[in-house]
């Protein structure tokens, strides 16, 4: 299996993380506002880190439960907007998972939908997944918003199904085949 990075749109780069970027993730994942509907809390500088060194990481995408996250750039100006995740989950089943997270400061200026297409693309076109979700807290209606613009289609609403940041919560999961995909116009 094999994908390119970095990625060029009208607005955005998308490319792997680099030793520059530790500043622009800590701002990221230190920010209490970003991890708020995420499975991991606000993240100490060694944590971000460790974060960072698994980002910058050569992944083939070969294997069950690796993970390919692309910085997502700013062309313009080079400012780090957020970053864009494809999580193997089953190469036997062709299925993985998408997942994203942004700077609150971008948001409302389609650069999630932006980049989020181009993983889905990603995914479908030089993966060869055949079925893509996305997991996410159901308190978090930005994002469950974002995956109805990507014409992913919601299949499952599981009630208080984690237990996170202590308290349970709800789960939501979105889909797309790669059927659905190629039918995009």
């Given at each position: 299996?094999?994908?390119?990075?970095?990625?060029?749109?009208?607005?955005?780069?998308?490319?792997?993380?680099?030793?520059?970027?530790?500043?622009?993730?800590?701002?990221?994942?230190?920010?209490?506002?970003?991890?708020?509907?995420?499975?991991?809390?606000?993240?100490?500088?060694?944590?971000?880190?460790?974060?960072?060194?698994?980002?910058?990481?050569?992944?083939?995408?070969?294997?069950?439960?690796?993970?390919?996250?692309?910085?997502?750039?700013?062309?313009?100006?080079?400012?780090?907007?957020?970053?864009?995740?494809?999580?193997?989950?089953?190469?036997?089943?062709?299925?993985?998972?998408?997942?994203?997270?942004f700077h609150?400061?971008?948001?409302?200026?389609?650069?999630?939908?932006?980049?989020?297409?181009?993983?889905?693309r990603v995914?479908?076109?030089?993966l060869g997944?055949?079925?893509?979700?996305?997991?996410?807290?159901?308190?978090?209606?930005?994002?469950?918003?974002?995956?109805?613009?990507?014409?992913?289609?919601?299949?499952?609403?599981?009630?208080?199904?984690?237990?996170?940041?202590?308290?349970?919560?709800?789960?939501?999961?979105?889909?797309?085949?790669?059927?659905?995909?190629?039918?995009?116009?």
């Amino acid at each position: 299996m094999s994908y390119s990075l970095p990625i060029e749109t009208d607005r955005l780069t998308l490319r792997r993380y680099t030793e520059t970027d530790y500043d622009d993730l800590l701002k990221l994942q230190s920010n209490p506002d970003v991890t708020r509907y995420l499975l991991y809390d606000v993240r100490t500088p060694e944590q971000v880190k460790e974060a960072l060194a698994g980002r910058m990481a050569d992944v083939a995408m070969d294997r069950d439960g690796q993970a390919l996250t692309a910085a997502v750039i700013l062309r313009d100006t080079g400012v780090h907007l957020g970053e864009v995740t494809m999580f193997m989950n089953s190469i036997e089943q062709r299925t993985g998972e998408l997942g994203y997270v942004f700077h609150p400061e971008s948001a409302g200026h389609g650069y999630a939908t932006e980049a989020t297409v181009e993983l889905l693309r990603v995914g479908f076109e030089e993966l060869g997944m055949h079925r893509i979700i996305a997991r996410l807290d159901a308190r978090n209606n930005a994002s469950a918003n974002l995956l109805k613009r990507l014409g992913l289609r919601q299949e499952a609403h599981f009630v208080q199904n984690e237990y996170l940041k202590d308290e349970w919560t709800d789960e939501l999961v979105f889909a797309m085949l790669k059927a659905e995909w190629d039918k995009r116009s």
